[in-house]
């Protein structure tokens, strides 16, 4: 417990963060709230002392027994995820840190209150450039046929695609994607050492490998049913845009695209033979106009792209939102043959640890690669 | 030529027309705004005076040689017109008369002079709940079967079928509206007495039966590929809507969709597999919001019906739109068993003729029919 006491203010708010996603539903607006108005030590220490004015929905009450001191709370809430992210290799991804992707914070009260995270990807620079790409479990060749053709060209183009890792459309998204040698991101409704649906524990391996897996869910938790809908948007928040390739009438990816389009995100639809019940949700938002019709993968990316230039606002491109570290260290990679990393750093005016880093970010983002014993441009 | 030289100012008028639209290349604005501007009779008299000011894009000046007097007008287009329509039944039908679309005004300067009809059916009410469907000649099994079903669907509800008689989906709307004993109009580019495209001759008498068959051109006039687009605004304005059920991106269909957008009718598409070049055109008027996106006949008929009520204008039933003579026959109909013409006509307080004729058209509307010696309300 000795580490723990000397923990820096910003690990304070983290560990907050993580007690708070273990006793309450994920997206409950009434927390989001509270956490904005008061802060997280504060909020944690009122449900702590049993006075915490949330209403029973939040799921607090069952969870947190009266008496239960910090230290209790950290030794059987944190210290084991903790030692469960370390055995997984996950992280535990907050407001503030290098890594979160801040347009979530457009969920307002809702956003989530921190992101565990494992994968080869550097999530909020992989999100910058992505695209959702949702729809039924129960798809038809035809949308299946879209949705890997959609992830596949998104991945040549340099766009993530995300999706929710399920039967159906965001599978086919997903293999897409990874058969384009593309980064994918999935979010999981459960915690993302729970591999759901389990027959897809391959694709959700391959996945981490050069993308990401994410879940506001806490480590083991089941993907249980209502975690599918505060999960989609999640999906809608953390993408510029949102594909709906097929979907009944009723169905989940419906919702997704709903809050996408609360969000003002791009919102856009394929459709279908009229004959077809999975294309029947996709013809209905787009009479409802709340998305858009599109027809191939090229009309996808060229809306995404038309309105990222007409708003004009946040970095077009991964390398516009490189922070100065990592330019400089871009700048340092030599554009034609490989440099050993110590000639990188020299050349950038950083410290051996501040480059590696850099070229870590660089290398999640596809612009630079180990090369032998140094490093070099991705083209070259 | 006695006859001809105590016509009435209205028979004057009609031929005229009769002259003019055989003279001129349909839909001429030039020709129509100056006809607006100085009447039918002065446009012909200075035509045969030769001092028309006419451009020679209207392809009068070919046409009437210098010297030619009205007589030997009247002589050349008019007798042998006249005989043809007697011989095929047909009848030419100007503005004014009681038979005349008055939606064709919308066109302004671009209405026809004169329309031919053939047909049992009673070309102005059958207009009134109208609408045509268009699209591909090279339809696909999918795209006949929607246009089949939208025919029949039509037909039911007691609306008309406005299409061209070309092969594809034109031939399966109207199929599907006679299949359902339903009235289909086929609006030719041709003269309503030259059966385009051949091999459907059947089909035309088909839709004669119980429908028009209509077109602005002269009768005995060749389906000229120029005369396929001019057409279209006949069809696009005769309908309170036009419905594209499959059409490549460059094709006839789309200009019915665009001249149906200009004249403010309601416009639809039905969207179909995006990897059917065969749905690109639809796909591509959703998208730019020249259309609005139908998955069903009865969709269809849901939009075009919410416009009428919207609008609140003009008569939205047939039976609204009858006149008092047909309105007091059809009140003179017994409902429940057949009564003879002469009971009729007396509890309407009409003439023998006029009575009949008023039965025609309560007839032609499906509001009446015969039943043995005398007249029966259809449902009875």
Same mark, same amino acid.
């Given at each position: ?54 209403? $029973? ?8 027994? %009266? ?25 535990? *991804? ?15 009260? !809702? &956003? ?14 992989? +999100? ?5 790409? *949702?729809? %039924? ?7 299946? $046929?879209? %949705? ?17 890792? !399920?039967?159906?459309?965001? +599978? &086919? ?6 058969? #384009?040698?593309? #980064? ?38 089941? /993907?249980?049913?209502?975690? @599918? ?6 999906? %809608? +928040? ?8 097929? !979907? ?12 996408? !389009? ?7 639809? @394929? ?12 013809? $209905? ?5 709340? &998305? ?36 400089? *260290?871009?700048? $340092?990679?030599? &554009? ?16 051996? +640890? ?16 180990? /090369? ?9």
């Amino acid at each position: 417990m000795g580490g723990l006491t000397a923990v820096s203010a910003t690990d304070q708010e983290r560990m907050g963060r993580m007690l708070l996603g273990q006793w309450c539903e994920a997206g409950d607006r009434s927390l989001g709230a509270r956490v904005r108005a008061r802060g997280v030590e504060y909020v944690v220490a009122e449900i702590l002392a049993g006075r915490s004015p949330l209403p $029973a929905t939040t799921g607090i009450a069952g969870r947190v027994a %009266a008496g239960t001191t910090y230290d209790d709370a950290v030794q059987r809430w944190i210290e084991p995820a903790l030692a469960q992210a370390e055995r997984i290799g996950a992280r535990y *991804v907050v407001p503030g840190d290098p890594e979160w992707p801040s347009q979530l914070d457009d969920l307002h009260d !809702a &956003a989530p209150l921190g992101l565990w995270v494992t994968g080869a990807g550097h999530l909020r620079l992989l +999100a910058l450039r992505s695209l959702s790409v *949702v729809g %039924a479990r129960s798809a038809t060749a035809y949308g299946e $046929a879209i %949705a890997r053709e959609l992830g596949a060209h998104l991945a040549e183009c340099g766009w993530l695609t995300v999706s929710g890792g !399920a039967f159906g459309i965001d +599978a &086919a998204a997903h293999r897409g994607a990874l058969a #384009a040698s593309g #980064a994918t991101a999935c979010v999981l409704a459960g915690g993302v050492d729970v591999p759901y649906p389990r027959s897809h524990a391959d694709l959700l391996a391959r996945i981490r490998e050069s993308g990401v897996l994410v879940s506001e869910s806490p480590l083991g938790g089941a /993907a249980m049913r209502h975690r @599918f809908l505060t999960r989609n948007r999640l999906i %809608a +928040a953390l993408s510029r845009g949102t594909v709906l390739v097929e !979907a009944a009438v009723r169905s989940g990816g419906r919702s997704t695209v709903r809050e996408a !389009a609360a969000l003002n995100r791009v919102v856009m639809a @394929f459709p279908g033979p009229v004959t077809s019940p999975m294309s029947a949700g996709c013809h $209905a938002v787009i009479r409802e106009d709340t &998305a858009q019709l599109v027809a191939s993968p090229r009309e996808v990316l060229a809306l995404v792209e038309g309105r990222l230039l007409l708003e004009d606002q946040g970095p077009a491109t991964q390398a516009d939102a490189l922070g100065w570290r990592e330019q400089r *260290v871009l700048d $340092a990679v030599p &554009a034609r043959r490989p440099a050993p990393l110590a000639n990188i750093a020299r050349l950038a005016g950083l410290g051996l +640890a501040e480059a590696m880093a850099a070229l870590g970010i660089l290398d999640a983002l596809g612009l630079v690669r180990r /090369a032998g014993e140094g490093w070099a441009r991705s083209g070259a």
